[in-house]
């Protein structure tokens, strides 16, 4: 048996020599694709090319459907196309395909006159990870009663894998809302233009998607930024509706944490 000759490129080389065949219809088959009798090659590269665009294509509108909603059928797909023609997948996975959508939107010109547009791509995104996160079983509020009275301003907390706080300058979290229903025309048409923060979880079987006060936003996102509850109590004081045993209760109730931290 002949020993068969060596490739002319080394394997790397060759599969993205291919993935980049596969996104630019302008360039030829590659090389040392397997030959075959009159055109069928490039026939049938043409097929796997357009296959792979399309069900990332998809992918995409699938995992942005509020984003797609909102620009349209059209200008959605030719978005998510220019974007998988120059994102290929690092991920095996697709549900991992398209994490940095919200970034390309804010440079897309075409876009440009939609600035809430990338952020509701980031709400989404925060969306689909807290629905793959791990399984966790957060505290509930009797979880204090372990801490004497003097070290519960001390006290830092861990919170659950699933758990994002988002704050946009537009109301992304209202807008979403709204297309989560069948009458999403109506209620956007009631819609306060303000910023707002939120959070979104996994409690448990269902994520939930909620805006939250700006004073308990901000008790919030100091502890998930790692502030112990007395420095989280001190940011929420600076808004006068702030109730700091209302949003201690809100904070449990939520089921956001999942361990609390003495050190």
């Known amino acids: 048996m002949k020993n068969r000759p060596l490739a002319t490129k080394n394997w790397c080389d060759q599969q993205s020599a291919f993935a980049q065949a596969l996104l630019d219809p302008a360039k030829a088959v590659p090389s040392f694709v397997g030959k075959t009798a009159g055109n069928l090659a490039q026939k049938r590269f043409n097929v796997y090319r357009n296959n792979i665009m399309v069900s ?3 992918a995409i509108i699938d995992t942005y459907r509020v984003v797609s909603a909102l620009v349209g059928e059209e200008f959605a797909t030719a978005m998510a196309r220019v974007y998988v023609g120059d994102n290929l997948p690092t991920s095996p996975v697709l549900l991992d395909y398209g994490e940095g959508y919200a970034a390309f939107i ?21 969306w689909l990870s807290a629905y793959h996160a791990i399984d966790e079983t957060p505290l509930s ?4 009663g372990e801490y004497p009275q003097e070290q519960l301003t001390s006290l830092r907390f ?3 894998a699933s758990v994002q706080l988002l704050r946009f300058d537009h109301p992304v979290f209202s807008i979403w809302s709204a297309h989560q229903g069948e009458s999403a025309g109506e209620l956007l048409g009631n819609i306060v233009q303000q910023a707002q923060g939120g959070l979104v979880n996994r409690p448990k ?3 939930e998607v909620r805006v939250l006060e700006p004073a308990t936003y901000a008790f919030f996102n100091s502890l998930y930024a790692g502030y112990p509850l007395g420095i989280a109590i001190d940011k929420g004081n600076s808004f006068s509706s702030f109730d700091p045993a209302g949003a201690i209760g809100a904070l449990f109730e939520t089921e956001v944490i999942s361990a609390i931290i003495t050190k």
Request: charged residues 20%; glycine residues 0%; contains cysteine.
């Open 158 to 160: 861990q919170f659950c």
């Open 106 to 126: 804010e440079a897309f010109e075409p876009a440009a006159n939609l600035p809430m547009l990338a952020d509701m791509a980031r709400l989404e995104w925060a």
């Open 141 to 144: 509020i009797n979880a204090l």
């Open 205 to 207: 079987w269902d994520v």
């Open 56 to 58: 990332l294509t998809e």
